[in-house]
């Protein structure tokens, strides 16, 4: 009951965003956080419930990105350049999964990482294609219906449906019984193929499914800055995609949002006021990894049960440490 | 028609033959034992046979079928299940969980991501009758990692028997159990029904005798001795081998 509650208190924070931060430029800032949250959201689909860590993700963004902004500027309508870089994505996601899904463990990390890389240099030395260092800027955001985007609140209301829907999307997935499949093949391949799992097969889903939402991340973020360049599928992007995810808590569907929403705030507005910010982030994941390495949501979620079994006296405490009681 | 036919069945690791010329028939309905010293090539047997592992020659037969080039995934679809000598279950999940990933691996919902899990209702109660079988069904909600050792091998059993096999592959079900788990087990063991045909690899004699219609007896990936009980119990090359005369 209560998880509804906070689910319902949660949604109308996010629904009333442009009412209580009235300033365009912190609307911004938040259409920024939900758009990393669903890139994070998909990477954690691989790096929580297949296992798989992947730094090569900030590429498949970089692609939806590309892709959107390359047809628009180039010409063609909105809707036929959005569903053009769904394809690609769904493509480019496939020819990763197929290269990368020859390991696990380090050697996915490292194909993955060279994927990555080798299309940061395409973005960058493909000069006639994508402008180079230049990028390409895309001229207008898309209008759904008619409605334009151009605001910042409009276009917030755009990315929140989005991410609501991918939202839902994940917590079905993990909840399903092709996520319990997943999940499977994290903790014990070999057993799952002596189950009669195609292990292979259940993790290709899982990348096709993980890339097409980063895809859509990036193709929101094109709209939001409506400039890409190559700086967008860099290494540091993949990084920080990653950062999020584990700061934030692997294997959970809050964490990678709680974790972009970090990210992004240091970005932006901690780098107002502290000149070297990153130095703050840096400090801050390794805070994280020594009072909460399980991420920012779990760890919080353990620590206030620990609060309240505090207060509620010892006896609560002990049986709290020991797992519950008796569970039999 | 056997229920598992082997010919010739080759393996090795390097220069080391773990299994050598093996011929095997086991026949519907049957339980067999394998026994045999460590490193007799007892488990990379079950390996073979399971697919986890390619044989360098020879061939595999499940009543009838040719398996030796199925892959391990498309085994248990074929009837056959296996437990494992190390326990290899799932420690996040709770017993039924176990379970109902055993279950879910032949079933075509394994695909489906917009279900709920826990909405599919049969599932979970041919899960808790699995669970039921071994005596478990109490703790079903129980987290695996809060289980002790006698009750993880009990849910490997439970979670191999779940799947209906027709060829049913033990590798030492009575490892590290006490005695009266072992008896439990023992139990649970014999009243498999007959349609299950049932191989064994175990070193209790005490307790796995009672269980087998014929013995094998491995020795450096061969087969060395094969019979009844009594003959292979008998048997001077059964001594030598254990005991090293």
Redesign the interface.
């Known amino acids: 009951m209560s998880r509804w509650i906070a689910l319902a208190l949660a949604l109308v924070a996010l629904a009333t965003v442009p009412w209580w931060v009235v300033n365009g430029y912190y609307v911004n800032i938040v259409s920024q956080i939900l758009i990393y949250a669903i890139l994070a959201l998909g990477l954690n689909v691989l790096v929580g419930y297949a296992g798989l860590v992947s730094l090569g993700h900030a590429g498949l963004f970089g692609v939806a990105c590309y892709t959107v902004a390359w047809f628009v500027a180039a010409g063609w309508g909105q809707l036929a350049a959005a569903l053009f870089a769904l394809a690609m994505i769904i493509a480019t996601s496939a020819v990763f999964a197929v290269l990368s899904l020859r390991a696990t463990g380090i050697g996915f990390l490292m194909i993955t990482l060279a994927i990555g890389q080798i299309l940061w240099g395409l973005a960058y030395r493909w000069i006639g294609v994508t402008g180079g260092d230049n990028g390409i800027n895309v001229p207008s955001r898309p209008a759904p219906f008619g409605l334009s985007l151009t605001f910042s609140r409009p276009f917030y209301f755009f990315v929140l449906v989005v991410f609501l829907v991918a939202v839902a999307a994940m917590a079905?997935?993990i909840?399903?019984?092709?996520?319990?499949?997943l999940?499977?093949t994290r903790?014990?391949p070999?057993?799952?193929?002596?189950?009669?799992?195609?292990?292979w097969l259940i993790r290709f889903?899982a990348f096709l499914?993980s890339g097409f939402w980063s895809g859509v991340a990036g193709v929101l973020f094109c709209y939001y800055n409506q400039f890409v360049s190559p700086n967008v599928l860099a290494l540091s992007s993949s990084a920080e995609a990653l950062l999020m995810v584990i700061s934030g808590g692997t294997g959970t569907l809050l964490g990678p949002i709680a974790g972009a929403a970090l990210v992004v705030v240091m970005k932006n507005v901690a780098s107002a006021y502290i000149e070297r910010w990153n130095l703050v982030l840096g400090a801050i994941f390794v805070a994280i990894v020594i009072f909460m390495p399980e991420g920012l949501v779990p760890g919080s979620v353990r620590l206030w049960r620990w609060a309240w079994s505090l207060r509620r006296g010892p006896r609560a405490a002990a049986a709290l440490r020991t797992?519950g009681g008796s569970?039999? | 028609m056997s229920a598992l036919e082997l010919r010739n069945l080759v393996k090795s690791f390097g220069g080391l033959r773990v299994t050598a010329d093996v011929n095997l028939d086991v026949a519907p309905g049957e339980r067999r034992l394998i026994i045999g010293p460590n490193g007799a090539g007892k488990t990379t047997l079950f390996n073979l046979i399971?697919g986890?592992l390619r044989p360098d020659g020879g061939s595999i037969r499940l009543f009838g079928e040719d398996i030796t080039r199925l892959p391990?995934?498309?085994?248990?679809?074929r009837g056959l299940a296996?437990t494992?000598q190390i326990i290899?279950?799932?420690?996040?999940?709770t017993l039924l969980?176990n379970v109902?990933?055993?279950l879910?691996?032949?079933?075509p919902?394994?695909?489906?991501?917009?279900?709920?899990?826990?909405r599919?209702k049969a599932l979970f109660a041919e899960a808790r009758a699995a669970l039921e079988r071994v005596g478990l069904d109490?703790?079903a909600?129980?987290p695996l990692a809060?289980t002790s050792y006698g009750e993880r091998r009990r849910v490997e059993i439970a979670?191999a028997l779940a799947?209906q096999p027709r060829l049913l592959l033990l590798d030492e079900p009575f490892a590290g159990l006490s005695i009266d788990e072992r008896k439990d087990v023992q139990r649970l063991l014999l009243a498999i029904p007959r349609e299950v045909t049932v191989v064994m690899i175990e070193h209790d004699m005490d307790v796995a005798l009672d269980l087998a219609d014929r013995i094998t007896l491995m020795h450096f990936g061969e087969i060395i001795i094969e019979g009844t009980r009594a003959e292979v119990v008998a048997h001077p090359r059964t001594r030598e081998v254990y005991l090293g005369e």
């Open positions: 079905v997935l909840r399903s019984p092709f996520g319990a499949s999940k499977g903790d014990q070999r057993r799952m193929t002596a189950l009669g799992y195609n292990v889903v499914f797992g569970a039999g | 399971a986890e391990c995934r498309s085994r248990p679809h296996r494992y290899t279950l799932f420690p996040r999940e969980r109902i990933l055993s879910l691996g032949l079933s919902l394994r695909w489906n991501p917009v279900l709920l899990l826990r599919q109490r703790i909600e129980r809060e979670m799947q």
